[in-house]
T-cell receptor
Framework: DGGITQSPKYLFRKEGQNVTLSCEQN?????MYWYRQDPGQGLRLIYY???????QKGDIAEGYSVSREKKESFPLTVTSAQKNPTAFYLC???????????FGDGTRLSIL | GQQVMQIPQYQHVQEGEDFTTYCNSS?????IQWYKQRPGGHPVFLIQ?????EVKKQKRLTFQFGEAKKNSSLHITATQTTDVGTYFC??????????FGTGTSLTVIP
């Protein structure tokens, strides 16, 4: 059954700590995206990658980093430089940049 | 930068009433997509419109794409409690960067 898997579902970060959110897809999609959603708000683009070994910053990339070493995987690291990381993080993928996006179930990140 | 705005931000309707959300982009979109996000869930794709002036229907939902490909609307006829959620429009610009609208949260009162 094809889809996108995000883990963990819930994550707690201590002050000064980097944490990594996992996103894996078996849809053979080229493009992958990371979004941040705050309560009652829309989706804001953090980073996106249209092909392996290449990625671009979205509107709110500061304090985040990504890698795209494999087509299936697009992990997001929330660094200690991100001072307000509490949010719902959604990963998505699509075959091309113009096709509909498929989303994972998301990761809820909170500060301890 | 590019902006995709939706109005209204929130809408409360009595069950059986109609509902419309409007989407406006600051730049031309190559296509417009609509997603629904249930409370606590993730956005789920509903439909895609590609052509200028296109209209598509899905049961009680009617979607329109504006002539200039910068605006769109979603209309729900006779809302039901299952329609509750946040509706997002979204689309790629000519550079294939994807933008989501600000969303309209729909509450249906039984």
């Amino acid at each position: 059954d094809g889809g996108i898997t995000q883990s963990p579902k819930y994550l707690f970060r201590k002050e000064g700590q980097n944490v990594t959110l996992s996103c894996e897809q078996n849809l053979n999609h080229d493009a992958m995206y990371w979004y941040r959603q705050d309560p009652g708000q829309g989706l804001r683009l953090i980073y996106y990658s249209q092909i392996v070994n290449d990625f671009q910053k979205g509107d709110i990339a500061e304090g985040y980093s990504v890698s795209r070493e494999k087509k299936e995987s697009f992990p997001l690291t929330v660094t200690s430089a991100q001072k307000n990381p509490t949010a719902f993080y959604l990963c998505a993928s699509t075959g091309t940049g113009t096709q509909p996006q498929h989303f994972g179930d998301g990761t809820r990140l909170s500060i301890l | 930068g590019q902006q995709v705005m939706q109005i209204p931000q929130y809408q409360h309707v009595q069950e059986g009433e109609d509902f419309t959300t409007y989407c406006n982009s600051s730049t031309t979109l190559s296509n417009i997509q609509w997603y629904k996000q249930r409370p606590g869930g993730h956005p789920v794709f509903l439909i895609q419109l590609v052509k200028s002036g296109e209209v598509k229907k899905q049961k009680r939902l009617t979607f329109q794409f504006g002539e200039a490909k910068k605006n769109s609307s979603l209309h729900i006829t006779a809302t039901q409690t299952t329609d509750v959620g946040t509706y997002f429009c979204a689309g790629p610009n000519t550079g294939n960067q994807f933008y989501f609208g600000t969303g309209t949260s729909l509450t249906v009162i039984p």
